[in-house]
């Protein structure tokens, strides 16, 4: 009988189960220790990055209430998460690590897909304040905007109907006083509005104009120059070259794009940008402002796109006088009592202007003459703070073809409205037809940057970036060197590899 010798059998067992207990209490401390360095190496990088993001432009934040990073701390956003980095994790520490490598991946700035990033900032900024309340007029308006198109149409078609009338030759020998009192009555009436129309219709329509600003701005380098091609600027306007007695000349006036995006207003779309917008920047019925800014009349520049004060606020005041005259000119051409006196005058003066079969053709002409009279009244009026009526009737209409002249000379209407519409009203009109254009935003950033490069000389916007990418790998060191940990790296360290967005 063979008898084994099982002595130490217990005690190998036990050493062997100890060790691989060992080795696994190692794997699990190493294990932990290699997650806690990935967690730190993790946090340490969202913190650098907000590190950097403190270095936000601070004219843009007090002034607009957006974020976005400084440009002058662009060039340094390597550096400065490096060095943020190596204060953070020194490898002196428990847990410690080193950055072995930082790059910056990808960008974008205020400019980029068609600002939406701007958009995102002030609907931010807008989502937590109370809407202002459009008001009534602005509703009116705006309703009444669908049906401009028509009445231009309308307009339009009255012009092309009819022959264009001609210079006599000959005057009439003889003519009855009535005749002749219609003649002179027209006379003044034409030469009072060629005086206005020619002179400039700021001129009229300012109580003071040498009180209009007349700052201007270059226009390289700007946001709308170089990234906001897809659109247009706002078509001018200008009725300096305006003869009252050619058809085709009204017909070219009548022709003009003023009702672009008109046609589909949604007051609920950009609401938000509508009520930021106005609480921003400054339009010509404000008071001076404190801040030093680059443009008085910064709306008007974001409706018509203009480098001067000047030509900006003329833009927005002939387009007012367009919806004006075709509003007038709707309702003048259908008054029985208009229609009467223009007939009268019609059949006085069309042997001054043409030949009896022009008769309607001078017909037209005068009616739309008393229009833009009424029209260029009532301009005054809007641009001095007053108010005037959405919707044309015989109590409302100011003037008439005897009284027209010295109405016009005093700039005095016979009806005021207690309630209507008024300058602002038409600015947010005008805001709202370009809400879905991309070249409003664009203008946004323009006065943003000209206002800032007061300022920090040389600012852009295209330099002021929302957020940024950047690749960053770190280097662990392990606490049981020939264990496996995690990560990836020599024996010693494990290198953790981090992509991340840092945004605004």
Same mark, same amino acid.
């Given at each position: 009988?063979?008898?084994?010798?099982?002595?130490?059998?217990?005690?190998?067992f036990?050493?062997?189960?100890?060790?691989?207990?060992?080795?696994?209490?190692?794997?699990?401390?190493?294990?932990?220790?290699?997650?806690?360095?990935?967690?730190?190496?993790?946090?340490?990088?969202?913190?650098?990055?907000?590190?950097?993001?403190?270095?936000?432009?601070?004219?843009?934040y007090?002034?607009?209430?957006?974020?976005?990073?400084?440009?002058?701390?662009?060039?340094?956003?390597?550096?400065?998460?490096?060095?943020?980095l190596?204060?953070?994790g020194?490898?002196?520490?428990?847990?410690?690590?080193?950055?072995?490598?930082?790059?910056?991946?990808?960008?974008?700035?205020?400019?980029?897909?068609?600002?939406?990033?701007?958009?995102?900032?002030?609907?931010?900024?807008?989502?937590?304040?109370?809407?202002?309340?459009?008001?009534?007029?602005?509703?009116?308006?705006?309703?009444?905007?669908?049906?401009?198109?028509?009445k231009?149409?309308?307009?339009?078609?009255?012009?092309?109907?009819?022959p264009?009338?001609?210079e006599?030759?000959?005057?009439?020998?003889?003519?009855?006083?009535?005749?002749?009192?219609?003649?002179?009555?027209?006379?003044?009436?034409?030469?009072?509005?060629?005086?206005?129309?020619?002179?400039?219709?700021?001129?009229?329509?300012?109580d003071?104009?040498?009180?209009?600003?007349?700052?201007?701005?270059?226009?390289?380098?700007?946001?709308?120059?170089?990234?906001?091609?897809?659109?247009?600027?706002?078509?001018?306007?200008?009725?300096?070259? +305006?003869? @009252?007695?050619?058809?085709? $000349?009204?017909?070219?006036? %009548?022709?003009?794009?003023?009702? #672009?995006?008109? =046609? !589909?207003?949604?007051?609920?779309?950009?609401?938000?940008?509508?009520?930021?917008?106005?609480?921003?920047?400054?339009?010509?019925?404000?008071?001076?402002?404190?801040?030093?800014?680059?443009?008085?009349?910064?709306?008007?520049?974001?409706?018509?796109g203009?480098?001067?004060?000047?030509?900006?606020?003329?833009?927005?005041?002939?387009?007012?006088?367009?919806?004006?005259?075709?509003?007038?000119?709707?309702?003048?051409?259908?008054?029985?009592?208009?229609?009467?006196?223009?007939?009268?005058?019609?059949?006085?003066?069309?042997?001054? +202007?043409? @030949?009896?079969?022009?008769? $309607?053709?001078?017909k037209? %002409?005068?009616?739309?003459?008393l #229009?833009?009279? =009424? !029209?260029?009244?009532?301009?005054?009026?809007?641009?001095?703070?007053?108010?005037?009526?959405?919707?044309?009737?015989?109590?409302?209409?100011?003037?008439?073809?005897?009284?027209?002249?010295?109405l016009?000379?005093q700039?005095?209407?016979?009806?005021?409205?207690?309630?209507?519409?008024?300058?602002?009203?038409?600015?947010?009109?005008?805001?709202?037809?370009?809400?879905?254009?991309?070249?409003?935003?664009?203008?946004?950033?323009?006065?943003?940057?000209?206002?800032?490069?007061?300022?920090?000389?040389?600012?852009?916007?295209?330099d002021?970036?929302?957020?940024?990418?950047?690749?960053?790998?770190?280097?662990?060191?392990?606490?049981?060197?020939?264990?496996?940990?995690?990560?990836?790296?020599?024996?010693?360290?494990?290198?953790?590899?981090?992509?991340?967005?840092?945004?605004?």
């Open positions: 009988m063979i008898v084994k010798d099982s002595r130490g059998q217990i005690t190998v036990l050493s062997m189960t100890f060790l691989v207990i060992t080795v696994v209490i190692f794997c699990v401390l190493e294990g932990i220790h290699g997650y806690m360095e990935s967690t730190l190496c993790e946090e340490s990088v969202q913190e650098a990055g907000d590190d950097v993001l403190a270095n936000y432009d601070k004219y843009l007090e002034k607009y209430h957006v974020f976005f990073l400084d440009p002058r701390e662009r060039p340094f956003i390597e550096s400065d998460g490096q060095d943020f190596k204060k953070y020194g490898m002196s520490g428990f847990y410690g690590f080193s950055c072995d490598s930082l790059s910056v991946t990808g960008e974008k700035t205020a400019v980029d897909d068609k600002g939406i990033y701007l958009r995102y900032q002030i609907s931010e900024y807008m989502k937590n304040r109370k809407a202002v309340d459009a008001g009534s007029a602005l509703i009116n308006l705006i309703k009444s905007s669908s049906d401009m198109q028509e231009q149409g309308k307009g339009i078609a009255d012009f092309e109907e009819k264009e009338p001609r006599e030759v000959e005057k009439e020998k003889e003519q009855s006083p009535e005749t002749a009192r219609q003649r002179v009555l027209w006379s003044e009436l034409k030469k009072t509005l060629t005086g206005i129309v020619h002179s400039g219709i700021l001129l009229y329509a300012a003071d104009p040498g009180s209009i600003s007349s700052l201007t701005i270059g226009k390289a380098g700007l946001p709308s120059k170089s990234y906001g091609k897809m659109d247009s600027d706002m078509e001018s306007l200008s009725l300096s070259g +305006l003869s @009252l007695s050619k058809l085709s $000349e009204w017909r070219t006036y %009548l022709n003009s794009d003023v009702l #672009s995006g008109m =046609e !589909s207003i949604d007051l609920k779309e950009g609401a938000y940008l509508m009520d930021y917008l106005f609480e921003c920047f400054s339009h010509y019925e404000d008071k001076p402002a404190k801040d030093k800014t680059a443009l008085k009349y910064e709306l008007e520049y974001i409706i018509a203009r480098k001067t004060d000047q030509d900006n606020l003329r833009i927005v005041a002939d387009r007012i006088l367009m919806i004006r005259f075709l509003t007038n000119y709707a309702y003048a051409s259908g008054d029985p009592a208009i229609n009467g006196e223009a007939e009268l005058m019609a059949a006085a003066v069309m042997g001054i +202007l043409g @030949l009896p079969e022009g008769k $309607e053709a001078v037209t %002409l005068l009616i739309a003459a #229009s833009l009279g =009424e !029209s260029v009244l009532e301009l005054h009026a809007v641009m001095n703070g007053e108010r005037v009526a959405l919707v044309k009737n015989s109590s409302n209409w100011n003037i008439s073809f005897s009284t027209a002249p010295g016009l000379i700039k005095s209407l016979l009806h005021p409205a207690k309630t209507g519409v008024g300058y602002e009203d038409y600015l947010r009109l005008f805001l709202a037809a370009g809400m879905k254009k991309n070249i409003l935003i664009y203008r946004v950033m323009d006065i943003m940057q000209v206002n800032a490069g007061l300022e920090e000389a040389g600012f852009r916007m295209a002021a970036l929302f957020f940024f990418e950047w690749d960053i790998s770190c280097q662990c060191p392990r606490w049981f060197i020939n264990l496996p940990g995690a990560g990836k790296g020599t024996d010693s360290f494990f290198r953790v590899d981090i992509h991340r967005r840092v945004s605004y």
